[in-house]
C-alpha cells in the first residue's frame, strides 16, 4: 500500500475485511471466489488506495454472491466501506439505465460518475471491471460482448480520466479482445511476431544502458537506485494507429521500449535531483545510441496538465542491412513513476461530488451531468391499457400472446420452450431484458433488446472490415520478409505498456 497508507488502523481495517469475508468466500467456486477478490485488493493497492477502498474489494465479491449482507459491512467493517460498496453496486447498474451505448450516452454517464459520485468508488469499480473482464470466457458469449462494449464504451475511458493509465491499457486490450476478435487475433500475431525477435534485443539494451548508468560518476552522487523495465504496445493502441490512423506497419515506432526509473538520494537537495538524474540519463543515452530528431518530448521540464512527468526519447536501434523499429524509452523518478501508474487515482482520496469543498463549487456543472443522464435514463413506460394493437413491432406481437401490451415470464417460457429450450433460458432472458424488473417485458425493452441485437451485428460488421485492412497490410509485410508471424492461442496473458 505505501508506506504513508500503512498505518496501524489500516492493518487493523483490513484484518476485519478479510475476517467478514474468508469463511464467505474460501469454499465458493472451488476458491477462485478468494482469489479474485484478494486480486481486486492487490490491484487497489497497486492504485496506492487506502485501506477502506482495499477492505471494500475484498468484501464486494461476498456481498454480490449474498453470503455478506450491507448490515453485516456496516457492523463489523464500518459506514465508510459499506457507503463505498453501496457507491460502486451503483455504478454497476449505470450502464442498464442506457437504451443503447452510442458515443453521447457514454459519454453523458462517464461525466455524471465523475461528477456525481465518490471517485474512490468510481476507482473500486474499475478494479472490480478489470476482474470480470479477465474472466470472461466463464459468461456466455452474448454477454461477453455486452460487457465489453461497456467496457471501452464507459470503463476504459473513466480509468483514463482518473490517470489509471496501466488499468485503462488492460480494460482496452480486453474489449478488443471480444468486441473484434478476428482484428485482435491478426494484431495480436503481428506484435507477438515483432516481440519475439526483439526480446533478445530488448534484454541487450537494457543491460548496456544499465551498466553505462551505473557507471557514471555523477548518477552515482544524485542516485540511489536504478532499474529498467521493458514495455510493449498495447494491442488496441496499435489497432487505431494501422486501422483509424492509416499507418503502415513499419510506421508503428513504439512497439519496443524501455523505462529508466531513478531514485535520487533523499537530502535536502532530494527535489532538483530528481529532474537533473532525468536529464543526465538522457545525455548517457545520447552517447549510447542514435537519438531521432525531433521526437524527444520533455515533460519533466514542461509537465502535462494532469501532472504527467517523464522524459520519452526515441532511438534509432536499425543496423547496416538491418531495418528494426524505432525504440521510445521513457526517463522518471521513483515518485514520477508512482504518480503515472497511479496518476489521479493515488491522490483521490477525497469523496467526490458536493461532499468535497471544490466540487461544490461546481454545482452547476455537477446539476447540467445529472439533468444531461436524467434524460437519458428516464423514459416514459407503455399505459397498462395501452395494448398490443398500437405496437408496430412483429416480433413483439408474436411473443405477446394474450394481447396486453407485455410479454410475462410464461409468455416468453413457452416461446422458449418451442425453441427447444427451456425454462432456465427464459428466466435468464426475462432478467437480461427487463429493465425496470417488473417480471415482464414492454415493448420498449423489447425494442432496446432489438437496438442492442442490430449493434452487436454491427460490431460483427466492423470486426470483418477491420480484420480485412489488418490482413492486407499485415501480409504486405510477411510478404516482404520483414517478419515472421507464428499463430498463438488468444488465452495467453497480454503484455501492455
Same mark, same amino acid.
Given at each position: 500500500?505505501?508506506?504513508?497508507?500503512?498505518?496501524?488502523?489500516?492493518?487493523?481495517?483490513?484484518? &476485519?475485511?478479510?475476517?467478514?469475508?474468508?469463511?464467505?468466500?474460501?469454499?465458493?467456486?472451488?476458491?477462485?471466489?478468494?482469489?479474485?477478490?484478494?486480486?481486486?485488493?492487490?490491484?487497489?493497492?497497486?492504485?496506492?488506495?487506502?485501506?477502506?477502498?482495499?477492505?471494500?474489494? !475484498?468484501?464486494?465479491?461476498?456481498?454480490?454472491?449474498? /453470503?455478506?449482507?450491507?448490515?453485516?459491512?456496516?457492523?463489523? *467493517?464500518?459506514?465508510?466501506?459499506?457507503? $463505498?460498496?453501496?457507491?460502486?453496486?451503483?455504478?454497476?447498474?449505470?450502464?442498464?439505465?442506457?437504451?443503447?451505448?452510442?458515443?453521447?450516452?457514454?459519454?453523458?454517464?462517464?461525466?455524471?460518475?465523475?461528477?456525481?459520485?465518490?471517485?474512490?468508488?468510481?476507482?473500486?469499480?474499475?478494479?472490480?471491471?478489470?476482474? *470480470?473482464?479477465?474472466?470472461?470466457?466463464?459468461?456466455?458469449?452474448?454477454?461477453?460482448?455486452?460487457?465489453?462494449?461497456?467496457?471501452?464504451?464507459?470503463?476504459?475511458?473513466?480509468?483514463?480520466?482518473?490517470?489509471?493509465?496501466?488499468?485503462?491499457?488492460?480494460?482496452?486490450?480486453?474489449?478488443?479482445?471480444?468486441?473484434?476478435?478476428?482484428?485482435? @487475433?491478426?494484431?495480436?500475431?503481428?506484435?507477438?511476431?515483432?516481440? #519475439?525477435?526483439?526480446?533478445?534485443?530488448?534484454? %541487450?539494451?537494457?543491460?548496456?544502458?544499465?551498466?553505462?548508468?551505473?557507471?557514471?560518476?555523477? %548518477?552515482?552522487?544524485?542516485?540511489?537506485?536504478?532499474?529498467?523495465?521493458?514495455?510493449?504496445?498495447? &494491442?488496441?493502441?496499435?489497432?487505431?494507429?494501422?486501422? =483509424?490512423?492509416?499507418?503502415?506497419?513499419?510506421?508503428? @515506432?513504439? !512497439?519496443?521500449? $524501455?523505462?529508466? *526509473?531513478?531514485?535520487?538520494?533523499?537530502?535536502?537537495?532530494?527535489?532538483?535531483?530528481?529532474?537533473?538524474?532525468?536529464?543526465?540519463?538522457?545525455?548517457?543515452?545520447?552517447?549510447?545510441? =542514435?537519438?531521432?530528431?525531433?521526437?524527444?518530448?520533455?515533460?519533466?521540464?514542461?509537465?502535462?496538465?494532469?501532472?504527467?512527468? /517523464?522524459?520519452?526519447?526515441?532511438?534509432?536501434?536499425?543496423?547496416?542491412?538491418?531495418?528494426?523499429?524505432?525504440?521510445?524509452?521513457?526517463?522518471?523518478?521513483?515518485?514520477?513513476?508512482?504518480?503515472?501508474?497511479?496518476?489521479?487515482?493515488?491522490?483521490?482520496?477525497?469523496?467526490?461530488?458536493?461532499?468535497?469543498?471544490?466540487?461544490?463549487? &461546481?454545482?452547476?456543472?455537477?446539476?447540467?451531468?445529472?439533468?444531461?443522464?436524467?434524460?437519458?435514463?428516464?423514459?416514459?413506460?407503455? +399505459? #397498462?391499457?395501452?395494448?398490443?394493437?398500437?405496437?408496430?413491432?412483429?416480433?413483439?406481437?408474436?411473443?405477446?400472446?394474450?394481447?396486453?401490451?407485455?410479454?410475462?415470464?410464461?409468455?416468453?417460457?413457452?416461446?422458449?420452450?418451442?425453441?427447444?429450450?427451456?425454462?432456465?433460458?427464459?428466466?435468464?432472458?426475462?432478467?437480461? $431484458?427487463?429493465? @425496470?424488473?417488473?417480471?415482464?417485458?414492454?415493448?420498449?425493452?423489447?425494442?432496446?433488446?432489438? &437496438?442492442?441485437?442490430?449493434?452487436?451485428?454491427?460490431?460483427?460488421?466492423?470486426?470483418?472490415?477491420?480484420?480485412?485492412?489488418?490482413?492486407?497490410?499485415?501480409?504486405?509485410?510477411? #510478404?516482404?520478409?520483414?517478419?515472421?508471424?507464428?499463430?498463438?492461442?488468444?488465452? +495467453? =496473458?497480454?503484455?501492455?505498456?
Amino acid at each position: 500500500m505505501g508506506e504513508e497508507l500503512a498505518t496501524s488502523s489500516s492493518s487493523s481495517l483490513l484484518f &476485519r475485511a478479510l475476517k467478514l469475508a474468508l469463511p464467505a468466500l474460501r469454499d465458493a467456486d472451488g476458491g477462485r471466489a478468494l482469489a479474485r477478490a484478494l486480486t481486486v485488493a492487490a490491484s487497489l493497492a497497486d492504485l496506492q488506495m487506502d485501506a477502506e477502498v482495499i477492505s471494500a474489494g !475484498i468484501l464486494r465479491e461476498a456481498l454480490d454472491a449474498g /453470503s455478506v449482507s450491507m448490515s453485516d459491512v456496516k457492523a463489523q *467493517i464500518g459506514i465508510s466501506t459499506a457507503h $463505498l460498496l453501496h457507491e460502486s453496486l451503483r455504478l454497476k447498474h449505470a450502464p442498464s439505465k442506457l437504451d443503447i451505448l452510442d458515443d453521447e450516452s457514454a459519454g453523458a454517464l462517464r461525466k455524471f460518475c465523475l461528477t456525481y459520485y465518490d471517485i474512490r468508488a468510481v476507482i473500486l469499480e474499475l478494479a472490480l471491471k478489470l476482474d *470480470i473482464m479477465r474472466h470472461l470466457d466463464d459468461l456466455p458469449k452474448y454477454l461477453q460482448r455486452i460487457k465489453s462494449l461497456e467496457v471501452m464504451k464507459i470503463y476504459a475511458p473513466l480509468a483514463h480520466a482518473v490517470g489509471a493509465g496501466n488499468l485503462s491499457l488492460e480494460l482496452e486490450d480486453l474489449s478488443f479482445r471480444y468486441l473484434f476478435p478476428h482484428s485482435y @487475433n491478426h494484431v495480436d500475431q503481428w506484435l507477438r511476431s515483432q516481440e #519475439s525477435e526483439c526480446k533478445a534485443l530488448i534484454n %541487450l539494451y537494457k543491460e548496456q544502458l544499465l551498466q553505462a548508468l551505473k557507471a557514471d560518476d555523477e %548518477l552515482k552522487r544524485i542516485v540511489q537506485d536504478i532499474s529498467i523495465q521493458g514495455r510493449y504496445k498495447s &494491442r488496441f493502441s496499435t489497432m487505431k494507429k494501422l486501422v =483509424k490512423d492509416g499507418r503502415k506497419p513499419e510506421e508503428v @515506432n513504439d !512497439i519496443l521500449g $524501455l523505462r529508466v *526509473i531513478l531514485e535520487p538520494r533523499c537530502d535536502d537537495n532530494s527535489l532538483d535531483r530528481g529532474p537533473r538524474a532525468c536529464h543526465r540519463t538522457h545525455e548517457i543515452i545520447q552517447a549510447l545510441w =542514435k537519438e531521432v530528431p525531433g521526437r524527444t518530448k520533455d515533460y519533466i521540464s514542461r509537465p502535462k496538465e494532469n501532472g504527467y512527468q /517523464s522524459l520519452h526519447v526515441a532511438i534509432d536501434v536499425s543496423e547496416p542491412g538491418k531495418m528494426r523499429p524505432l525504440m521510445e524509452i521513457q526517463i522518471r523518478t521513483k515518485e514520477m513513476e508512482k504518480s503515472a501508474v497511479g496518476g489521479d487515482a493515488s491522490h483521490s482520496l477525497y469523496k467526490g461530488g458536493l461532499t468535497d469543498p471544490g466540487e461544490a463549487k &461546481r454545482l452547476k456543472t455537477i446539476m447540467l451531468a445529472a439533468a444531461e443522464l436524467a434524460a437519458l435514463r428516464l423514459r416514459d413506460l407503455p +399505459d #397498462s391499457d395501452r395494448g398490443v394493437v398500437n405496437c408496430k413491432n412483429p416480433a413483439f406481437r408474436q411473443l405477446d400472446k394474450n394481447g396486453d401490451g407485455r410479454i410475462s415470464i410464461e409468455e416468453l417460457t413457452e416461446v422458449m420452450e418451442d425453441l427447444g429450450a427451456g425454462g432456465k433460458d427464459a428466466t435468464e432472458l426475462m432478467h437480461l $431484458l427487463d429493465a @425496470n424488473s417488473d417480471g415482464s417485458l414492454s415493448s420498449d425493452e423489447f425494442e432496446s433488446f432489438q &437496438r442492442q441485437i442490430e449493434l452487436m451485428r454491427s460490431l460483427e460488421d466492423d470486426d470483418d472490415h477491420y480484420r480485412r485492412i489488418l490482413k492486407e497490410k499485415l501480409h504486405t509485410i510477411d #510478404s516482404a520478409g520483414l517478419i515472421h508471424v507464428y499463430r498463438k492461442e488468444l488465452g +495467453d =496473458k497480454l503484455p501492455v505498456s
